[in-house]
């Protein structure tokens, strides 16, 4: 219902009503189609967050606060269980499906869950169960439930920051937060209920559920969800949807599709790009493909969306857009400097690290998200990299994106990664990792020549490194910290 009632006192569940309420206007309506052609109505949908819900509460006493870890392939169950967590008041925890067990093991220890959904035992004390036995055992429950009342401070999720190194840190998000976030997006990228978006993006992450799958519901629109992203199942569904979301790499394999036509991206009215830094070849090369651009976007675990390009054709290549409406943005010291952000949409703390608030955030409530960037008279944000991968040397800065924007440019270059190694003169040594076109042969030597024209002297990566493509995760971010390990010489050899 969305509504619960305590002391006689009518109060909602922030989250479930911004996701449920758009769809009661039309119940029969399509929420989700799965790509072997399965139909759910938003009926469905409440019905099966209900039924999951009074399951959750009343077998497994699962309360407000506690963790749901949820690591499971990707379907259409796992949306209506996160609506269930949020009804109950009960913090989702997403998992990677790629974790091993040794990391998941870690994870659990520090969240604690009351529950694991998933398909494979795992040696740990929480309980476990199948996702298929949760939606079987579900029918036995009411379609209804009287939802407990959460506010705008009341943890909805938990997601851990897919930091490459050091201590994974679990990002407690609000119902406020999610809220915040999804109305802002929707209002920023024109949602209606007449969207359909195309959804590739795995839901374990703020990207996937957050933005692609609760922008949609939020707004009553349709989802054609796929298991995983394919460039082939893409075309193959693209001239059904209104909206398309992807990292950087989908758009590339996208490309790589002779299939990928100005034809099927024709129904399309809006593309948005997020996760990890866009090539401008990869964004020339769409346009004049499909003659869309893409929409830019920058957020983060911690955050949300924190800012966007705009959808009026007046967005600005190389940016990623201004503020959300209700979202500040700051760029601290001298420029390029540290990105900061406050809002609605910013998380409260860490997962059992209150010493962190006090790194994290300035004195003044600003959370810094270890961006470097610049930010422009008109407020568009450029990002120059991870404030950790700035190059110190010889004690002067260099900004690695700086650089990679221009190598990208060299004739035969497909993509470039600069890096700092650790080194006896400098500090550290700027480094080139560099991948060639197809057919292209590169020379060292001669990437050296282009260089020194190109850049001042100290900026001037002291090694070209060739290889056959860059280290990426899921997300398509390229791994900087595996590329620094896996080609830094050992002290002494
Ligand atoms: P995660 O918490 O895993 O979503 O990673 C967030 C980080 O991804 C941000 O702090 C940025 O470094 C990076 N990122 C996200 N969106 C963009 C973008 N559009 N361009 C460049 N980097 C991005």
């Not at 006689?8 to 009661?24: S, T, Y």
């Not at 976030?181 to 993006?201: E, K, Q, R």
């Not at 002779?258 to 020339?284: D, Q, Y």
């Not at 398509?476 to 590329?483: C, I, P, S, T």
């Amino acid at each position: 219902m969305g509504v619960g009632v305590e002391n006689g006192e009518v109060l909602m569940n922030l989250l479930a009503n911004v996701l449920l309420d758009p769809g009661r206007a039309s119940p029969e309506k399509s929420a989700i189609t799965t790509v072997d052609g399965h139909h759910v109505t938003y009926a469905d949908l409440e019905r099966l967050s209900a039924r999951l819900a009074g399951l959750l509460v009343r077998e497994y006493a699962i309360d407000k606060g506690d963790r749901v870890a949820v690591q499971s392939m990707k379907q259409w169950h796992l949306l209506a269980l996160s609506i269930a967590c949020a009804r109950i008041g009960a913090i989702y925890l997403p998992l990677n499906t790629a974790y091993t067990d040794r990391e998941t093991l870690v994870l659990l220890d520090d969240a604690t869950p009351s529950l694991i959904v998933r398909e494979s035992p795992i040696e740990h004390h929480t309980a476990r169960v199948r996702l298929g036995e949760l939606i079987t055992r579900a029918q036995a429950h009411p379609s209804d439930f009287s939802d407990v009342a959460c506010d705008e401070m009341t943890p909805a999720a938990m997601l851990y920051t897919s930091g490459t190194t050091g201590r994974a840190k679990g990002a407690v998000l609000t119902h406020g937060n999610l809220v915040s976030n999804s109305l802002a997006l929707n209002a920023a990228w024109g949602f209606t209920p007449d969207d359909v978006v195309l959804h590739a993006l795995p839901l374990f992450h703020t990207h996937g559920l957050f933005v692609g799958a609760f922008c949609a519901l939020s707004s009553g629109a349709s989802l054609i969800l796929m298991e995983s992203f394919s460039a082939r199942e893409v075309v193959r569904h693209l001239s059904s949807a209104t909206v398309f979301m992807g990292v950087p790499t989908y758009y590339v394999r996208l490309l790589e599709e002779p299939e990928f036509t100005r034809e099927v991206a024709r129904p399309l009215r809006l593309f948005t790009s997020g996760s990890a830094p866009m090539l401008r070849s990869t964004h020339e090369e769409f346009i004049s493909r499909t003659g869309h651009e893409i929409v830019e976007r920058y957020g983060m675990t911690e955050t949300g969306i924190n800012t966007s390009n705009p959808i009026d054709g007046s967005l600005r290549m190389g940016t990623v857009g201004r503020a959300l409406a209700g979202v500040d943005v700051r760029v601290r010291g001298a420029s390029p400097g540290a990105i900061e952000v406050k809002g609605p949409n910013v998380f409260v703390d860490y997962w059992n690290r209150p010493e962190l608030r006090e790194s994290e955030f300035t004195p003044d409530g600003w959370f810094k998200t270890g961006d470097v960037g610049t930010l422009d008279e008109d407020g568009f944000l450029e990002i120059v990299g991870r404030a950790k991968d700035v190059i110190i040397t010889g004690g002067l800065n260099v900004y690695p994106k700086e650089l990679e924007l221009v190598i990208d440019t060299f004739a035969g270059v497909l993509e470039s990664a600069v890096i700092g190694l650790a080194d006896a003169d400098f500090g550290e040594a700027v480094t080139a990792v560099v991948v060639p076109h197809k057919d292209a042969r590169l020379d060292e030597v001669e990437l050296g020549k282009l260089a020194r024209a190109s850049f001042a002297a100290f900026k001037v990566p002291k090694r070209f490194i060739i290889v056959d493509e860059l280290p990426r995760n899921a997300m398509g971010k390229v791994e900087k910290a595996r590329l620094r390990s896996e080609l830094s010489v050992p002290p002494g050899s």
